[in-house]
């Protein structure tokens, strides 16, 4: 049975919307399942699934004529006199698929649903010969509720912190840690014992290298790109300095910028910028980078807990809007801000003057509401748990 994810309630929204639907993220976030859930549920006969990783597949589209395509729908059990559903897996091994997506489309009004494991070529593909048709959807590792889910969890989270006593927290508070280890990849969660979830782990990042870096990203040097993986894995949570780094891996700072930008097209790493207002420029230019899921940050860098903390944390806040961060010249900072409403700062254990120092930034920034994210058990005001993010 499958484990559903929780932005399936959002596609499904738009399931009857004349728009192709795009689902994207990295590999092994369980894009596929979940592509293929939805077509076992969609209440149709006249469907279609095809898989671009498969070559005979490809040659469907190989055809400068698209009625051709058409042509081979049909062979396949396609109608085109009633509404066609077409799922397509894998689309970033074909070149013209978003052509053709629109052309059919506009044609012959059949419904797509569409997964790509790259977000820059999806973007650059897609933006413009799609425009108006389309609806692009990210999926990510497992939040930690999703991580519930999918262990068959029996806790039952409460609603708000007034809830938690500390017999709750300390029933929560071990399952967490787990997640925190090991992170939240589909098939890494589902494993049942440590080395299995290692050996997964270590499977994800090859799979990564080989069939995006390797393939996709048509590097020169592969090995300076793989360095600059593992550097960064280190330095979760910490702020670029693209001088030191150019200098650490003897690349230009145009060369790094390149590597960056690809591997957060891919999903591995995701920068967050600073908060504009009352910056000073130096901090400005510097932003921070988080690694796609902590299990593989813990599993090739062994970074310390609280940068594995934030890390977890950053995973939860992202798929809840804008987040960017804020620090003085001073050090006063400010982790996370939330839609330029809500501040996030992340503590192993939160004290009495951790609340205070908050406070007086966020009002200072003008934040409607702020926390002390925490992992240790604490009862007092503007506090929270990272299981209720």
Do not use: W
């Not at 930690?144 to 007034?162: R, S, T, V, W």
């Amino acid at each position: 049975m499958i484990k559903e994810r929780l932005i399936l309630k959002e596609i499904e929204k738009y399931v009857d919307s004349p728009e192709a639907i795009i689902l994207t993220g990295m590999r092994r976030t369980g894009k596929t399942t979940l592509l293929k859930y939805i077509y076992e549920n969609t209440n149709s006969s006249n469907k279609l699934f095809l898989d671009m990783e498969n070559p005979v597949n490809r040659k469907y589209f190989e055809e400068e004529n698209y009625e051709k395509i058409k042509k081979a729908f049909e062979f396949l059990g396609i109608i085109f006199s009633s509404r066609p559903y077409i799922f397509i897996d894998e689309i970033q091994f074909v070149n013209n698929l978003p052509s053709v997506v629109k052309y059919f489309i506009d044609h012959y009004h059949v419904k797509f649903f569409l997964t790509g494991s790259a977000s820059f070529y999806l973007k650059n593909l897609f933006s413009e010969s799609l425009s108006g048709r389309k609806f692009i959807f990210e999926l990510f590792p497992l939040t930690f509720k999703e991580y519930l889910l999918f262990q068959d969890a029996q806790l039952k989270i409460p609603a708000n912190m007034g809830e938690i006593t500390p017999a709750i927290f300390n029933a929560i508070i071990p399952v967490y840690e787990e997640y925190l280890f090991f992170g939240g990849f589909p098939q890494v969660v589902l494993k049942e014992h440590s080395e299995d979830k290692k050996r997964a782990i270590e499977e994800i990042f090859t799979s990564f290298y080989q069939l995006e870096v390797l393939q996709l990203g048509d590097f020169r040097r592969n090995d300076k790109i793989r360095d600059l993986i593992l550097l960064l894995l280190g330095r979760t949570g910490s702020k670029l300095d693209i001088q030191k780094l150019s200098r650490e891996l003897t690349l230009s700072r145009q060369t790094l910028y390149e590597y960056l930008s690809f591997l957060e097209g891919t999903y591995f790493f995701k920068t967050i910028r600073p908060l504009a207002k009352g910056i000073d420029g130096e901090i400005r230019k510097m932003p921070k980078i988080y690694a796609c899921d902590t299990g593989v940050t813990n599993h090739f860098a062994q970074v310390g807990r609280g940068n594995l903390f934030e890390n977890s944390v950053f995973q939860n806040l992202r798929l809840k809007g804008d987040l960017r961060y804020f620090q003085r010249k001073s050090g006063a900072e400010l982790d996370f801000i939330l839609d330029n409403h809500t501040g996030y700062e992340v503590k192993i254990t939160a004290h009495p003057s951790d609340v205070s120092r908050i406070e007086n930034l966020a009002g200072q920034l003008k934040l409607k509401d702020f926390f002390v994210v925490t992992l240790n058990y604490s009862g007092l005001n503007h506090v929270i748990f990272p299981f209720l993010l």
